[in-house]
């Protein structure tokens, strides 16, 4: 984890975290936890960046020649965007009161946690990101476990990600960081 916070930028955001520990079979069969019962909404925002971010070289090329075209495809984006938004937003199944501020980063986060994990244990882990309605599932494994007053602080690295759900995070990580710096400019 300690590479980690070199590599990569880590903000402390707020997601719905949900976890179970699972075997390293579980890991090893699949790129993606089946552990949790969720809507057929949950990952459509993962699924719509993933799209927009393969065909963002394509914008870019209609825009060379065609730029007319290419901003109306822009608002097409804009008006699926707002589409998959609406409809995550209504069906992510999370209680509200479960928001907490984790730090995160495209590697991986760290949570406090009322009971400790064991290092090295895999994770399937459910991520939901309340203010733009984008939930993933992905595996991880616990690099760390401190105590801290009564709780324990877990750290733990993502394994196995899609480089179109990194993409994902990336932008959500930078869009926070814009957020941040517009903040201490206001």
Do not use: W
Not at 61 to 78: C, D, G, M
Not at 128 to 142: H, K, M, W
Not at 165 to 181: S, V, W
């Amino acid at each position: 984890m300690d590479q980690d916070r070199r590599q990569f930028y880590r903000i402390d955001h707020p997601v719905v975290l949900d976890y179970q520990v699972v075997e390293e079979a579980d890991v090893a069969r699949s790129s993606q936890p089946y552990q949790f019962n969720v809507s057929p909404y949950f990952l459509l925002q993962s699924q719509l960046a993933e799209i927009d971010s393969e065909c963002q070289h394509l914008i870019y090329k209609i825009a060379e020649s065609t730029p007319h075209l290419a901003t109306y495809l822009q608002h097409l984006n804009k008006k699926i965007d707002l589409i998959g938004r609406t409809l995550t937003g209504s069906n992510l199944d999370h209680e509200p009161g479960r928001e907490q501020i984790f730090n995160l980063s495209e590697g991986g986060l760290s949570f406090l946690n009322d009971s400790a994990l064991d290092a090295g244990a895999p994770l399937a882990i459910k991520l939901i990101f309340p203010e733009n309605g984008v939930g993933l599932l992905l595996y991880a494994r616990v690099q760390r476990c401190e105590p801290v007053v009564t709780e324990y602080e877990i750290g733990i690295s993502f394994l196995k990600m899609p480089e179109s759900c990194r993409t994902l995070l990336a932008r959500l990580i930078l869009e926070a960081q814009a957020r941040e710096r517009q903040a201490q400019l206001s």
